[in-house]
């Protein structure tokens, strides 16, 4: 049975579930303003798989930049930045905008307890989609985990959705039932906190050090000194949640804590020199607006992190370029005077 579904942010991720979901015969309404209502109102929402020889797609969506108070859908997806997330809560709370599911999807590392008192424990569901990918002329250009050889559907990336309150387990069902019939792969995580948070651990260090290697794809993958940085970052990002009391989420992370630095160095040097970073990280990093938003949430994972007490020199390092206008020196290009660890 076709759902109405409202989607809050129609950038890379919003456009990839807004065209899924209407493709499967729901009733999507998408939510935008300025400069990308505007595209939409011109040349509709279109969505191109970077890896694919499928051409654009599109499907039949409304576009509004307001909606009537009181407005009733079935499903919500706020997929905005995560400086946005509060506001865009607010506004739904304020406006009186009922669902029987409200999903946040993305970085979302902010304080989701607070983010259910907004719009109700029963309701609320934190996720995070794994599309990668960024606009041209108009067009969203992504990745979904599938690739020329392996284009099956079954490779789609997977939404992990996770509940803070037990009271919201109907709301998981029904998202999850409404993903499904769009042929979204999605999963449960028992503790979606933990995984936000490690996700950030993971990314935001690596992120920094990349903008100490100036953004640039193939110096940073050449320079194994902001490498090393950027895998001594995540480490004591890491020792930092332990020690807050969370648990490490994915359990496959692990493994990023026994593997040698050496080996680990010359493993991300290569994962880093593919497409797929250079659309999903380096794109990301780069694109306008891109620093401002990873350094703000940047900030939001440091002051969850201090509380621990635990030193954080590399992390400590990082910091500063996520600064547009910081003055610290860039690493050198091919630099590698830092020491390896042997772990």
């Known amino acids: 049975m076709s759902k109405r579904i409202l989607i809050f942010g129609v950038g890379v991720i919003g456009s990839v579930y807004a065209v899924r979901l209407a493709e499967a015969g729901n009733d999507v309404t998408v939510l935008a303003r300025g400069r990308r209502l505007a595209a939409l109102h011109s040349g509709g929402l279109r969505i191109r798989n970077l890896f694919l020889d499928e051409g654009e797609e599109t499907a039949e969506i409304k576009v509004a930049d307001t909606l009537a108070p009181g407005t009733e859908f079935d499903a919500v997806l706020v997929t905005v930045r995560s400086g946005q997330v509060m506001d865009v809560l607010t506004r739904l709370q304020q406006e009186k905008i009922t669902a029987r599911a409200i999903v946040v999807i993305g970085n979302n590392i902010g304080n989701l307890d607070t983010q259910a008192g907004l719009i109700g424990n029963d309701r609320f569901i934190a996720g995070f989609g794994s599309f990668g990918g960024y606009e041209k002329d108009g067009i969203i250009c992504y990745l979904d985990g599938r690739t020329r050889e392996k284009s099956g559907v079954?490779?789609?990336?997977?939404?992990?959705?996770?509940?803070?309150?037990?009271?919201?387990?109907?709301?998981?069902?029904?998202?999850?039932?409404?993903?499904?019939?769009?042929?979204?792969?999605?999963?449960?995580?028992?503790?979606?906190?933990?995984y936000l948070l490690y996700h950030a651990a993971l990314v935001f260090p690596l992120a920094g050090a990349m903008y100490a290697a100036d953004g640039d794809q193939e110096r940073f993958c050449d320079t194994r000194d902001a490498i090393v940085l950027g895998i001594r970052g995540c480490h004591e990002c890491f020792a930092a949640l332990r020690a807050l009391g969370y648990p490490i989420e994915p359990k496959s992370l692990r493994s990023l804590l026994i593997m040698p630095e050496r080996c680990l160095a010359s493993l991300l040097s290569k994962k880093m020199r593919g497409e797929s970073a250079r659309v999903a990280m380096f794109g990301h990093a780069n694109s306008p607006g891109g620093r401002s938003e990873i350094g703000g949430q940047a900030s939001v994972l440091d002051a969850v992190l201090r509380a621990s007490g635990k030193p954080m020199p590399s992390w400590d390092r990082l910091l500063p370029y996520f600064d547009p206008n910081h003055t610290k020196p860039l690493i050198p290009n091919g630099s590698r005077e830092i020491k390896l660890k042997i772990w």
């Open 154 to 194: 079954e490779r789609r990336s997977k939404t992990r959705l996770g509940i803070i309150d037990a009271s919201a387990r109907p709301a998981l069902t029904l998202l999850r039932e409404i993903f499904s019939g769009a042929g979204l792969p999605a999963i449960e995580n028992d503790d979606i906190r933990s």
